[in-house]
């Protein structure tokens, strides 16, 4: 037995030297871990843990162009730590390249949507792909801080509060949402999302109010799409109308310029709005999780709204990626 065992290991072929497996042992074993949980002894003398690459939160949130980036360029080209060395100078593309695809390969679990599909957010149209952010938005006088937490590979919850400073009450209300990642496709660049949102009768609210939605994001080239259509019912009436968001938008270096129409249809078909939102996101962090937006919501038809053009920005804190002291 024990020589047939040896004679089968000598005829077998030897394993290639450029594998993704055999290179992550070499380079990334020593942090990570063989299994890619970093359980390894040189953890413990780590300036920060290394992170658990099999854990589907982690490996799944980003691009693989991203994890490229930092294996080629080492941790502190996007403010990470120190402790992850850059492999560019070398490694060959290829090789890089084999080592993320085995890294990412230790989430096995295929509900998790991979971070190709998380495009940069809009103004108006819901993110499909569910996120652990903090988003700061001003639409005139108008501001909202969302909550957004994300529970395995397909849920979220999200908190809205509102204030409004035009000389009234400055509370505005509260919103809770409900988000369901339904279908995603990495081939068809295609992700699409469920959610409901309802506010109670607080602060400027009235009377309940709740919407279901049907968010999707797409990228068939080098233009993102992204888009939502919302049904709103209204506590005594029911069935308020329908509101359609459709954005397009093209990255430029740290740069996504978007533009989005809002169609708005009150039940009955009278009094459609539509309007176009210019807008350019923009990267602060070198890591990302550190965003903005900045652009104009202007009226195109319908009954014109009092006032005319409106400010429209956000600030966006990604704390899923990493804390907000870090990745600077």
Partial sequence: MLTTTLLLSLLAPPQRADTGQVL??????????????????????????????AACANSTAETEERWVGIVRNGGSA??????????????????????????RGFCADRRWPPGELNFPRAFLAEKAFPENELVLTEHARAQELIYERRFGPSMQIEAVARSVFDGGSVFGGVTGAFKYNVYHNLDRRLIASLGAEATPPIGRQD??????????????????????????????????????NLGLGHGVGRFVPQLEGAWTIPRGGSGQTLAL?????????????????????????????????????????????????RGW
């Avoid at 949980?37 to 843990?49: A, F, Q």
């Avoid at 797409?218 to 069935?239: D, L, N, S």
């Fill in 277 to 325: 939102v210019p807008q350019l996101w923009f990267r602060l962090s070198r890591l990302g999780h550190v965003a903005g937006s900045l652009g104009v919501e202007l009226p195109a038809a319908g009954p014109q709204p009092r006032g005319g053009p409106k400010l429209i920005a956000f600030l966006l804190w990604d704390f899923g990626d990493a804390p907000l002291n």
């Fill in 207 to 244: 009377l309940w109010e709740g919407e279901t939605y049907l968010a999707f994001g797409a990228r068939p080239g080098a233009v993102v799409m992204q888009g939502e259509a919302i049904a709103t019912w209204e506590e005594g009436t029911g069935f308020a109308g329908f509101t359609v």
């Fill in 78 to 103: 996007y403010g990470l730590s120190i402790d992850m060395p850059a492999f560019g100078e070398n490694a060959t593309a290829e090789q890089i390249r084999a080592v993320v695809r085995y890294a």
């Fill in 24 to 53: 992550f042992g070499k380079w990334c074993g020593s942090c990570h871990g063989a299994d890619g949980r970093g359980g390894s002894k040189t953890m413990t003398r780590l300036e920060v843990p290394a992170a658990d690459l």
